[in-house]
Nanobody, 121 residues
Framework: QVQLVESGGGLVQVGGSLRLSCAAS????????VGWFRQAPGKEREFVAT????????YYADSVKGRFTISRDNAKNTMYLQMNSLKPEDTAVYYC??????????????WGPGTQVTVSS
């Protein structure tokens, strides 16, 4: 099993940047693909990005492609989401997850509690 905790959320102005981190406990972090999802008020949780166990391959939602970058450091049991050119519609609670490499909620078995990102205009 793996436990996940996000950090790095906060309030940022339109066009600004944030870097989210997701720290994992346990020795099996590198056994899982990991991903980021987000949920805005009144909306369903949506896929943002995912990265393979080795970190070689990544996949992004169209809405964030070119602005967000997912990465991981297996030696530190940590993954990241660098978010640039932020827009008001990026406002949401961001969750990290561990599981299989795919863009669907059901592919992930382990979830963090989430971190709030608010983009103000």
């Amino acid at each position: 099993q793996v436990q996940l905790v996000e950090s790095g959320g906060g309030l940022v102005q339109v066009g600004g940047s944030l870097r989210l981190s997701c720290a994992a406990s346990g020795r099996t972090f590198s056994s899982y693909a990991v991903g980021w999802f987000r949920q805005a008020p009144g909306k369903e949780r949506e896929f943002v990005a995912t990265i393979t166990r080795s970190g070689i391959s990544t996949y992004y939602a169209d809405s964030v492609k070119g602005r967000f970058t997912i990465s991981r450091d297996n030696a530190k049991n940590t993954m990241y989401l660098q978010m640039n050119s932020l827009k008001p519609e990026d406002t949401a609670v961001y969750y990290c997850a561990a599981g299989n490499y795919c863009p669907s909620y059901g592919c992930y078995n382990y979830w963090g509690p989430g971190t709030q990102v608010t983009v103000s205009s």
